[in-house]
């Protein structure tokens, strides 16, 4: 195998592998379930052990759960999801699953999906995670008094 085959076929398999995990959280699978679920469907408890056609057999079947389609969003519900992560990881969010953002999307616009808000719906939520993320950089950043 020539070194650009290989180098593409491997960036391919990297490819579907973070589709395949990317569409695992999307759907908020925990670790075990996920490891029981591709067990049954590929007869591997781990998608490493996969090939590339048992690997996008298993990431269609989650596809049609409504997992890893990413791409299919518009750039707000790309930003939102976003921050989401970016909260989760500064410890403002405890879940950080899709359930639980579309949740918190739901509490603000009635809409539980933040791929189908309007722009002016998307913005609000835009704006409001925004503001959370500011309060906690403060919170874990205070800035000292400037009392000289």
Known sequence: MSENRRTRHRSRRHRLLALLHLA?????????TYRSWLQQQTGHPS???????????????????????????????????????????????????LGALRRFVRRMTGLADERALSTHQASRVIEALKAWRNRLRKKQNPEPDSQS
Do not use: F
């Open 24 to 32: 695992r959280r999307e759907l908020g699978m925990d670790e075990a």
């Open 47 to 97: 998608a490493a052990l996969c090939t590339e056609e048992e690997l996008e057999a298993a990431l269609q079947v989650l596809r049609k759960r409504g997992g890893g389609r990413a791409s299919d969003l518009s750039p707000q519900a790309r930003l939102i999801r976003a921050l989401w992560a970016e909260l989760y990881r500064m410890g403002g969010v405890r879940n950080p699953s």
